[in-house]
C-alpha cells in the first residue's frame, strides 16, 4: 500500500465493532431482539450546528446522470442518490449504519423471526396530497417482484411465502404479504432473514402510491409521487434535477431548505471548479485529487466524508472465451498490482484490497494483498493454451473517473503479459443495460464497482448466486449457493461473519472477480452549509436536515 493510502485510507475511519454489532448484529431476527422495533430502538442520528435557518436553495453537483427515476427497474447508485429524495421505505439507514422504522411507526417480529408487522405512520401524504395506506406497500412489493419489472433488486423479497422465483412467470397474488388494516402490513417468510431491515431500506423497497403509478401506464422513469421531503418540479437529462420542499412532510419541521438544484456535472475538473466559483453550494464525489486543497481552506469550505462501504473490481464474462477457463483468470489476477491502480484510480484516498469487504468490516476475510506476479501469469496463460496472449476489451464507466482511471492503469498492466484489452468507456445508461444486465452481459472483461452496502447478503446474493439478479458474469458454485442461503437465515453476528468468510474464500478461488481497493469518498460544501451528515454508504438523506446560514 502507498504512503498516501495507508494516511488517507480507512485508518481515519474504522467500521469499528460497535459498527458492526449496530449495522448487522441489529438486523437479526431471532427471538432475542426486542418483539417490538419503535423509533427509540433504532432511531436515525441527526446533528444539529446551531437553530437551523428556514428557506433558500441548496444547489448540489451530482457527478452522474440518474439516467432514470424508476428505482425497482435500474440499480444505479446515480438513480439513488436522487431518488432518496422523493421517495422512502419502511426502513432507513442511519448514519450510524444501523436500520431504523422510516415510514414504519413500529415492526413486530415473531418469536420465530418468520411473521413481521409493520404498523405504518399514521397520516403520511404523498406529493400530491394522497394518503399512504397498508395498499400502496403491498402494490409496491408486488411490483418488485413482477418478472414484468424485472428489477435486478427483485432478490430484496424472494423470501416472502408465495414470491415467484425471478422470471418464472406473472406475480399474481402473494401470500406472504397482507394488509391487516389500512396501517398494517404482514411479512410472513420462509426461512428468517437476517437482512430484511436493511433491504427494505433499499430505495428499490421505497413504497409508491398505486393510483399515480396505475394512472401513469406503470411507468415512473419520468415522474415521481412519493413521501419523501422534496417533490420532482423537473428532471432534463444529463443537465439537472429540480426538486422543491414537500410542504406536508411528515416529519416535523424538515425539510429546512426550499428546494434543491442538482446540477449534473460529470468531470472532476467541472465539479472543483463549480464550487470554487459558487456555481454549486456542494459536491458529492469531491474530486479526490483535490481534497487537500479544500482541507485547507477551512475558511470557505468544510469537506465530509473518508470511508465508504464499496468495493471496486474488475468482472469476468464466464460465457465469453477465454474467460470461462479459471487459469486464464489466474493469469490476469497474478498480473494486478494494486498499489498503482490505488494511486492514479483515488490519488491515494482507498485501500487496496483482495476480498470483497473493507478491511474493518465486520464480515471480511482477512486477507494479504498479493502482490504482482508476471512469470507465474505468464505460465498459466501458456498452461491454457495462450502462451503469445490475446486481445480482449476491457469496459468501464465513462463518468466515473475512480473506475476509468483504474482501466486506463489496468490496460497498461495486463500488456505484460501478452493481454491487450481495447479500452471501451460507455455511458452509465449503456452500462447498467448492455454491461451489468444478466440477460445481455456485452462485455469480456469488466472494469466496475458497487457500493453502499449495510448488511453482506444482498450484495452477495445479487452478484454471485446462480442465476442472481445482478449476476452478469454467469458465475454458478452450488457450495457458494448453499453458504448464501445459510448467510440469510443465521441470526448471530459470529456465525454469519464466519459463513461470510467461507463464502470470500470461494470467490478469491474462483475469480469472478479479481478485487481491486475500497474508496474513500468525500463531500465538499460552503462553510455556510450547515447540518450534512456524510453516511458511509454515500447517501445524501442528510439534506432534508440541511441548512442555509445565509
Known sequence: MSETAKRNGFLSSRFSRRQAIQGAGALGLAAAMAPVIGPRAMAAPLAQDATPKAGGTLTVGLQADPTALDPQKQS????????????????????????????????????????????????????????MTSDDVLFSYHRLLDPAIASTNASNLLGVVGAPEFNSGAAT????????????VQLVL??????LMVVLASPASAVFNRAFTEANGNDLSQV????????????????????????????????????????????????????????????????????????????????????????RYMSFNFDVEPFGDLRVRQAIAKAVDRGPIVDSAVFGYGTAVGTLFPPDFWAVLPTEVAGPDIEGAKALLAEAGYADGFD??????????????????????LKQIGVNGELNLVENATMIADVHNPATKNYEIGVSGTSGFVDPHPLISANFSTG?????????????????????????????????QKIQEHLIADIPWVFLFV????????????????????????????????
Open 224 to 311: 415521481v409521487n412519493g413521501t419523501g421531503p422534496f417533490k420532482l418540479v423537473e428532471y432534463i437529462p444529463n443537465t439537472s434535477v429540480s426538486v422543491e420542499k414537500h410542504t406536508e412532510y411528515w416529519e416535523e419541521g424538515l425539510p429546512h431548505l426550499d428546494g434543491m438544484e442538482m446540477l449534473i456535472v460529470p468531470t472532476d475538473v467541472a465539479r472543483t471548479a463549480s464550487i470554487v466559483q459558487g456555481t454549486t453550494d456542494l459536491i458529492e464525489y469531491a474530486p479526490l485529487a483535490d481534497i487537500q486543497t479544500f482541507l485547507d481552506d477551512s475558511d470557505n469550505f468544510t469537506v465530509a466524508g473518508d470511508s465508504n462501504t464499496n468495493i
Open 468 to 500: 442472481g439478479t445482478s449476476n452478469s458474469m454467469n458465475y454458478s458454485n452450488p457450495e457458494v449457493d448453499a453458504l448464501i442461503e445459510q448467510g440469510m437465515v443465521e441470526t448471530d453476528l459470529a456465525a454469519r461473519a464466519t459463513i461470510y
Open 392 to 413: 480482449t476489451m476491457l469496459t468501464s464507466w465513462a463518468q466515473y473517473s475512480f473506475l476509468s482511471n483504474a482501466a486506463v492503469v489496468l490496460q497498461e498492466q
Open 76 to 131: 444505479l447508485t446515480a438513480i439513488w442518490r436522487v431518488v432518496e429524495h422523493f421517495y422512502q421505505g419502511l426502513t432507513g439507514i442511519g448514519a450510524d449504519l444501523a436500520p431504523y422504522p422510516l415510514l414504519a411507526e413500529t415492526i413486530e417480529i415473531s418469536e420465530d423471526g418468520l411473521t413481521l408487522t409493520f404498523k405504518l405512520r399514521e397520516g403520511v401524504t404523498y406529493h400530491d396530497g394522497a394518503v
Open 190 to 195: 420462509t426461512a428468517p432473514d437476517a437482512s
Open 519 to 550: 474508496a474513500n469518498q468525500f463531500e465538499v460544501m460552503k462553510a455556510d452549509v450547515k447540518d450534512y451528515v456524510h453516511i458511509a454508504t454515500g447517501s445524501g438523506v442528510s439534506y432534508k436536515q440541511v441548512w442555509l446560514d445565509r
Open 173 to 184: 397474488e402473494i401470500s406472504g404479504l397482507t394488509a391487516v388494516d389500512d396501517l398494517t
